[in-house]
């Protein structure tokens, strides 16, 4: 009884997934092959398209800092001309107190720095009672 078990397991044809599987493998490493393909062809682009977004962003500050220079230029051009035109025109005042008053509205306006609250003493600890934690 032992032989016909022992022949019926070699006399039956065995069928193997190894050509499916190995067929199965290539195309997966195909495809993986192509993925990382892909992505470095994104990623170089974008990287170019990072370096074209910076140099295009420096050439933009550098235009906003010639226009803000020509834009303090010309009003500092015309706060001259202002003073020149107020300095050769005839005070309408004899004093000299009233050339002194035209001289401070002329110059920037100083803001005070803001004043602070004055402390509440409830806020603040008593010196004579220390707290000591153990």
Do not use: C, W
């Not at 032989?3 to 067929?23: C, D, S």
């Not at 199965?24 to 170019?48: A, C, H, N, P």
């Not at 020149?84 to 004899?94: F, I, L």
């Amino acid at each position: 009884m032992v032989n016909l078990m022992v022949n019926k397991a070699v006399g039956k044809p065995k069928h193997t997934l190894l050509p499916v599987l190995t067929v199965l493998f290539l195309i997966s490493y195909g495809l993986l092959t192509m993925l990382v393909v892909e992505q470095g062809r994104t990623i170089d682009s974008q990287k170019l398209l990072i370096r074209q977004l910076f140099t295009d962003s420096g050439e933009l500050s550098t235009l906003k800092g010639n226009t803000v220079q020509k834009h303090n230029a010309e009003a500092q051009a015309q706060a001259e001309a202002k003073v020149h035109s107020q300095a050769q025109a005839p005070s309408s005042q004899g004093t000299p107190r009233g050339n002194a008053k035209s001289d401070r509205s002329t110059g920037k306006v100083r803001r005070s720095a803001p004043q602070k609250p004055p402390q509440v003493t409830s806020d603040t600890a008593d010196e004579r009672r220390a707290l000591v934690s153990i």
